[in-house]
């Protein structure tokens, strides 16, 4: 298995770590590297105001219900953080476990 792949996009030989994941692909990995795919998202976003506002929108009315409840244990656990002085000190994963992105 190669462990780099060129970049579609700025056509960089890059690790694979460095292209997200995508089931369908048949290496398993996007064919653009995460920069470029971050890049065409923030273009994408600014010329599409109107469809990215919307999308949004429609996303956090669908959502809410999950969405209250991440962000209720996400403040819970800041809270706890600070007064341990510990807040920005931890990676992220901990901070933020899967099962509460997924709601379930
Ligand atoms: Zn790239």
Redesign the pocket.
């Known amino acids: 298995m190669a462990r780099e792949k060129r970049?579609g996009?700025?056509k960089?030989l890059r690790p694979l770590a460095a292209f997200g994941r995508r089931s369908v692909s048949p290496d398993g990995r996007h064919p653009?590297?995460r920069?470029?795919v971050t890049d065409y998202r923030r273009r994408w976003t600014e010329t599409h105001r109107e469809v990215y506002r919307a999308r949004q929108q429609a996303y956090r009315r669908r959502n809410r219900k999950r969405l209250r409840q991440y962000n209720r244990e996400y403040q819970r656990r800041r809270r706890a953080l600070i007064r341990l002085g510990k807040w920005r000190k931890v990676p992220r994963a901990i901070v933020t476990p899967r099962s509460v992105l997924r709601g379930s």
């Open positions: 970049c996009v700025c960089q653009w590297c920069g470029c």
